[in-house]
């Protein structure tokens, strides 16, 4: 989101360089630079012990290819914590181990993921009312369900899948 009214006062925008950051929308009344923002979500590949991954169909989002697990990060929350907070209340099971993967700009929602492999000893899911369907999948499999290449989820899955050659 590009400021063109100050949020504090709405005072209408200037540019005015700043710095290496080049021309940002600036409020003269309040003296402070408006820098873009956008939201910050999480993404998180659920593997269980058997090596299968945890894919989910969001209607609302694809009635052709499964999802990962993802949301957005709440005031307060640490990225690990959103990753946590969402598996939970997507599929009902809890992590075990969690590392951070990656950064992924979705270029379609103006949005950053933060991406994370997780781990699980539960294989019972329990959905929350915005998944509509939810499976196991070999991790092999997995990846011809998701999103295709250049997709975060499809970046994820093919990331996992490394982890399991070395």
Same mark, same amino acid.
């Given at each position: 989101?590009?400021?063109?009214?100050?949020?504090?006062?709405?005072?209408?925008?200037?540019?005015?360089?700043?710095?290496?950051?080049?021309?940002?929308?600036?409020? @003269?009344?309040?003296? /402070? #630079?408006?820098?873009?923002?956008?939201?910050?979500?999480?993404?998180?590949?659920?593997?269980?012990?058997?090596?299968?991954?945890?894919?989910?169909?969001?209607?609302?989002?694809?009635?052709?290819?499964?999802?990962?697990? @993802?949301?957005?990060? /709440? #005031?307060g929350e640490t990225a690990e914590e959103t990753a946590r907070r969402e598996v939970k209340e997507e599929i009902g099971v809890e992590v075990r181990d969690m590392q951070f993967a990656g950064s992924f700009w979705f270029a379609k929602k103006e949005m950053l993921m933060l991406g994370f492999i997780a781990e699980t000893s539960d294989k019972r899911l329990t959905l929350s009312k915005e998944v509509d369907e939810a499976c196991w999948k070999p991790a092999r499999e997995a990846l011809g369900c998701v999103h295709p290449e250049g997709s975060v989820s499809y970046t994820l899955v093919k990331k996992y899948l490394q982890t399991l050659s070395d």
């Amino acid at each position: 989101m590009r400021f063109e009214f100050c949020p504090d006062c709405g005072e209408k925008t200037q540019l005015k360089e700043i710095g290496d950051e080049g021309n940002i929308p600036y409020c @003269s009344k309040c003296g /402070k #630079p408006l820098f873009d923002m956008f939201s910050t979500c999480v993404i998180a590949l659920v593997a269980n012990s058997d090596g299968e991954i945890a894919l989910l169909r969001q209607n609302y989002i694809s009635d052709k290819y499964y999802n990962l697990v @993802s949301g957005y990060i /709440k #005031p307060g929350e640490t990225a690990e914590e959103t990753a946590r907070r969402e598996v939970k209340e997507e599929i009902g099971v809890e992590v075990r181990d969690m590392q951070f993967a990656g950064s992924f700009w979705f270029a379609k929602k103006e949005m950053l993921m933060l991406g994370f492999i997780a781990e699980t000893s539960d294989k019972r899911l329990t959905l929350s009312k915005e998944v509509d369907e939810a499976c196991w999948k070999p991790a092999r499999e997995a990846l011809g369900c998701v999103h295709p290449e250049g997709s975060v989820s499809y970046t994820l899955v093919k990331k996992y899948l490394q982890t399991l050659s070395d």
